[in-house]
Every structure is written in C-alpha cells, then in structure tokens.
C-alpha cells in the first residue's frame, strides 16, 4: 500500500477519479490545500467530495514553492510519503519540485514547467523541430501587433498560463488583436491567486479537425493509449463540445498524429507521468496545440477505460509510486464512448432543463449531468461555463458521438432574464 501526497485538484471529473483510483488500487492519501472551502463548496447532494476523505487534510500556502517545500519536508518525516500527484495544472510544477526535494519518483521539474507554460513549450518544440504553428511572444500590445502582421491574420491569441481555453481567441484584424490582448491584461491573477505571466502568445491559425493523444511515459519509455478526437465550437473562442473515444480518423493520420505527440514528450524531457497532448490534423501534417503533463479532463480519461478498461487516472497514481503501470487493454463490449457538453446560449438564470428525464432512460446513456436551476448563465467563452454533459456508447461501432450529439439536441435549457450579466463561473 502507497502513501500519495495530493496537492490541490481541479474539482471536475479528475477530483473525483484520481481519489477512487488511489482507494481502488488499495492506497490512501493526504490531501494539502491552501482553501478547503473551495472543496466544500464542490460537494455534490450525494455526499461529500472524495477529496475530503484523505486520510490527513493539511492546510498549507500552496502558492509559496519555499514555504510549501519545507512544510511538506516536515510532514514527509512523520507521515512517509511513497509519491506526489496533483490533478490540476497549476500545481503540476510544484508537484515535481515537491518529489525532487523529497526524493520522491517524478519528472524532471524543469520539463513540467515547459510543458505547462505555452511560451516555453513552443520554444523547445520549435527548438527540436518538432511541428507546430507559427508563433511569436510579445510583452504588449505594439510589439504583438507587428508579429501579427509578419504571422497574418487571422491568428490566435494566448495565455501562456491559463486552462480550459480561458481567454484563448481567434483574431482577424488589429482592432480585434487589441481586444484579445487587453483582455488578458484585465486578468492579472488565476483562478488559484497565482500571478500571471504578462507574456502574450501569437500563433498561427491552425485549421483541420483536432485530437488528442493519450499517453503514460515511465522507465524512460513513453507508450501510446489511444487518440481522443474533439468538437468546437464557439468562434472567437475555441470550445470543447465533446469527444469521441477512440477517433474517428485513419489509421494514417492516428498515426502521423501519435508519432507526433511522442516526439513532443520526448522534447520536452517529460518522464513518469501520463500526458494528453492536444494535436491539429492539418492539410499540411499533424501541428502540436499543446502538451499537458496529466491525465485528460473532460472525462476523456473515463471514455478511454470504457473502451479498453485501461484507468488513466490508476496510471497516473502508479507512475507517481515510481511504477510501471499494467496498459493492457482489456474486452469491455463497448467499441466507441463520447461525451457532449450542453452550453449556455444566453445570458440569464437557469430555471430548468427540460428533456431530462427521457434522456435518462435511453440505453446508451451512462451517465447524464447537468446543472441545478438557479445558476446563472451567460453565452460560454471557455470550458468552465458547461451546463452539463451526457456520456453515451455504441456496442457496435463507433457511433457514440452521434448518439450523445443527438440526445444532447433533447435537452432544453429555460432561463429567466437577469438584471445584470453575471461575472464567468471558473470551475478550478
């Protein structure tokens, strides 16, 4: 039995998964958290968050690296810690700071913290001439409007530093550039209290369908799960709708794709983790979107497992202990499984969601979430503003995207006019 260190989470799908796949494997945790409220306040009507049953809860300031070193150096000498894990991104490089000084297995620090920063990825990508779009890092507003010029519109405008496709938008012409980049400047901080960086992030518009690759890297050796593809929507921002596991793509592109992602891994330096790297399939070739050193969120990581009973989220935990995780697929009956998002469409309180209880009852259903009324709504600028999700899968083949997108389609969202638009919900 393992003792895992967990520090802070995302409160989505991988909050609760991570802790089942911990007790499941026969482990247990402590979990460090600079806010526990922000956990209390995720607990659904069926009990409390999984989170919340750690063997320890220790408050800490996670966002202090050297008071949070040595805190957690204290507690390692009474309490034993055999790994060190974290779902959310904003805390993956303190995590394998926290395994380095504690002598703990891990990645390399240095490869996370490029793997988390968009700047610093493309640098090292373009570095080994691993594909990816044309790019240029500007401080303001001036020097991103030359870069602009030399990429050509449209481009895309990023944080280096944000998650969920906060504030990543699709430019067309200067006005609109200007935009983008004075609203990264109205969001100094994250959504953890963390200072950002003020670098901004030009790219070259990517076109052609999008998917990910997911992979677990240990003893050196990266070996690839399978690719997820993907649905957006919601230009100028960039939304995910839904995923399909395994893609609906040749086994050409799978493979020019999965090859890619493993040359990015390897540029990176990235090593005992599990990683889901976001790749375009242009006309030109597969192009690195991003590399993110965790497991998918979104439930991808549940659609994979549906498919082949490989749990991503058990192999996280085991590479974390230092292990070799078992990546064997397994018979599971199910061919294809896809999740689809429901979205707002305007800006109000939710008073309901009609459809639900027939949905519910369709046999493909796994699983059917949605939002309670009274939450207020505006049109969705990222993935945080879901109003829920419908998980389906086909015995047969791969048609579970068509019957999640086709059941989502029975769900009708009312709302009620609010006098104000309300500030964007961020799911952290």
């Known amino acids: ?138 401080t303001d507003v001036v020097r991103a409007a030359a870069a602009a010029r030399e990429i050509g519109y449209p481009l895309v405008v990023k944080p280096v530093d944000l998650c969920a496709g906060m504030l990543v938008r699709e430019v067309r012409d200067e006005r609109e550039l200007e935009a983008a980049c004075r609203a990264l400047e109205e969001f100094p901080v994250n959504a953890r209290g963390q200072d950002r960086s003020p670098v901004l992030l030009l790219e070259e518009l990517l076109t052609g369908p999008e998917v990910s690759v997911e992979t677990v890297s240990s003893s050196g050796v990266t070996r690839v799960v399978g690719v997820t593809d993907k649905s957006i929507k919601g230009a100028p921002a960039f939304i995910e709708t839904g995923h399909m596991f395994p893609a609906g793509i040749e086994p050409e592109l799978e493979r020019e794709a999965t090859e890619t992602a493993v040359a990015a891994i390897k540029a990176l330096g990235l090593d005992q983790v599990v990683c889901h790297t976001e790749i375009k399939l242009t006309p030109d070739g597969p192009r690195v979107v991003e590399v993110n050193p965790r497991p998918a969120g979104n439930q991808i990581t549940e659609l994979v497992r549906r498919v082949t009973g490989i749990d991503l989220a058990a192999a996280c935990v085991d590479v974390a202990l230092g292990r070799d995780p078992d990546l064997t697929p397994r018979a599971t009956g199910v061919r294809s499984a896809a999740i689809a998002f429901l979205l707002p469409d305007t800006t109000g309180v939710l008073t309901g969601i009609q459809g639900a209880d027939s949905v519910r009852e369709v046999p493909e259903v796994l699983e059917l979430t949605l939002a309670e009324p009274g939450r207020p709504v505006r049109p969705a600028t990222s993935n945080n503003e879901y109003l829920g999700h419908i998980m389906t899968t086909d015995t047969h083949g791969g048609g579970a995207r068509r019957n999640a997108e086709r059941l989502l389609g029975l769900l009708r969202p009312t709302y009620e006019e609010c006098p104000a638009e309300p500030s964007s919900a961020v799911s952290a």
């Open 1 to 138: 039995m393992g003792h895992l260190l967990v520090i802070e989470s995302w409160v989505g799908s991988m909050s609760r998964l991570l802790p089942r796949a911990v007790g499941e494997g026969g482990h247990e945790f402590t979990f460090v958290t600079r806010d526990l409220h922000h956990y209390l306040r995720a607990a659904s009507a069926d009990g409390p968050h999984p989170l919340l049953a750690a063997r320890n809860i220790v408050t800490a300031d996670t966002n202090d690296m050297d008071a949070l070193l040595a805190h957690l150096e204290r507690l390692h000498a009474v309490l034993a810690f055999d790994g060190v894990v974290s779902s959310c991104d904003y805390y993956l490089p303190a995590v394998a700071r926290t395994a380095e000084r504690l002598g703990l297995p891990g990645p390399a620090p240095e490869a996370v913290e490029s793997a988390c920063r968009k700047d610093l990825t493309r640098r090292v990508l373009a570095d080994a001439a691993v594909p990816g779009p044309r790019f240029a890092l500007c």
